[in-house]
């Protein structure tokens, strides 16, 4: 087995040059190493001035995603040894604006995901001396899937439609919409699917189905799409042809 | 330096959407095939209503468009009609699971079972409609 592993890093530092370049860095090949640990390795070793995220280095956190070989993966869950011979091709996530190296400007997203309320939304709510809500295993098991999104957007790099169509909300934003929605203890729903019944919500999704084969924690955010719409046509079917239309939950 | 940079003025990356994306992975092209072929169902459908057209003027007018049909060209074109159709239908039944949560006695009933019960449904009702023509 090689004793070095070259890793291409697509860098970009707008004070020197206006366009993104490769750079090639040869780093030690170790079986135990993550692609995080050669990031590392580069950043403390060979060049200081490479810039990226990363925080937990255990698959938590959701800041370490970028595209390894075009693929969009969090870099400190997978192998070195998984992407040999190399030269290995790192790339700042796809869809958003980079701004610099491996630094990708996240606003989009985080402006996305305030406006779909991902918290529980009461109409009233109780007093504290009621109690807590109380919520059966069955009740949590209805969106349990769903609150294991870590934010780390490699959905967003996986959709073709996010980086063409960037008014779209996108995929983690509606998963997490459906988190709360199918939480028993959440009024909020109608609000919701105010926002995201509309041409840059739900129905600008074509179902590549790429968001959930990407997703590190099996969220599955293009059935939570897909069931949205669902939902969206039963309620429009139901409005028109119900002479009572269809009733708030 | 670079002359377009200003210091603590971001200026951001922002790549060019290639147009042929949709090559650069089989999952995109099998989605874009996946569009592309619903048009078959389209020339399918429109195919179905100029038969039932021939059919109403009389036994000449069909027999025209049967001759039609049988032109090698159009018979090919058929053929590949008909693949196109073929896989708009699989890939589009392979997709209904993740739209289709259902639950039984609070268990989530499994993808497998509501693939199944789409392509039974479909048996069915092709048997349906190839018993009864076989009947007249």
Redesign the interface.
């Known amino acids: 087995m090689a004793d070095t592993v070259a890793i291409e890093v697509r860098r970009?530092r707008?004070?020197?040059?206006?366009?993104?370049y490769w750079q090639r860095y040869e780093v030690p090949f170790r079986e135990e190493w993550m692609i995080l640990d050669a990031l590392n390795y580069i950043k403390d070793n060979l060049d200081g001035s490479l810039s990226y995220r990363w925080a937990c280095r255990m698959g938590v956190c959701g800041s370490c995603g970028m595209m390894v070989g075009?693929e969009p993966i969090l870099t400190c869950a997978s192998y070195l040894a998984d992407h040999l011979p190399g030269p290995i091709r790192i790339e700042p996530l796809?869809g958003f604006?980079?701004?610099r190296d491996l630094v990708n400007?996240l606003d989009d997203f985080m402006d996305k995901l305030t406006a779909v309320k991902p918290w529980i939304v009461r109409e009233e709510e109780k007093p504290l001396s009621e109690g807590e809500y109380l919520q059966t295993p069955?009740e949590l098991d209805a969106y349990k899937q769903y609150s294991m999104c870590i934010n780390c957007m490699l959905c967003y790099a996986a959709c073709?439609i996010y980086?063409?169509e960037p008014a779209f909300i996108g995929p983690a934003a509606i998963a997490l919409a459906q988190r709360y929605n199918f939480d028993s203890r959440d009024q909020g729903a109608d609000e919701r699917m105010d926002h995201l019944s509309r041409d840059e919500g739900i129905w600008a999704c074509?179902?590549?189905?790429?968001c959930?084969?990407v997703c590190p924690k099996d969220v599955?955010p293009?059935?939570a799409i897909?069931?949205y719409?669902?939902k969206a046509m039963t309620q429009w079917y139901k409005s028109m042809l119900l002479p009572w239309g269809e009733p708030k939950r | 330096?670079?002359p377009?940079?200003r210091?603590h003025h971001?200026?951001?990356?922002?790549?060019k959407?290639p147009i042929f994306?949709?090559l650069?992975?089989w999952?995109?092209m099998k989605?874009i095939l996946r569009?592309l072929t619903s048009l078959a169902v389209v020339y399918a459908a429109v195919l179905l209503l100029l038969q039932v057209v021939a059919v109403s003027r009389g036994e000449e007018a069909y027999a025209n468009f049967l001759a039609f049909l049988e032109r090698p060209g159009v018979l090919a074109a058929n053929i590949l009609i008909i693949l196109g159709l073929l896989f708009h239908a699989v890939t589009w039944f392979n997709?209904a699971p993740?739209?289709?949560?259902l639950r039984l006695l609070?268990r989530r009933i499994p993808d497998r079972v509501v693939l199944l019960a789409h392509y039974l449904g479909w048996l069915t009702v092709s048997a349906l409609i190839f018993g009864g023509l076989a009947r007249l």
Do not use: C, I
């Open positions: 970009y707008p004070e020197e040059k206006s366009e993104p075009g796809r604006p980079v701004v400007n069955e073709p980086e063409l074509t179902f590549v189905g790429e959930s084969v599955d293009a059935g897909q069931r719409k669902v | 330096m670079n377009e940079y210091l971001p200026k951001w990356y922002r790549r959407v994306w949709w650069s992975k999952s995109y989605f569009e997709l993740q739209a289709l949560v609070g």
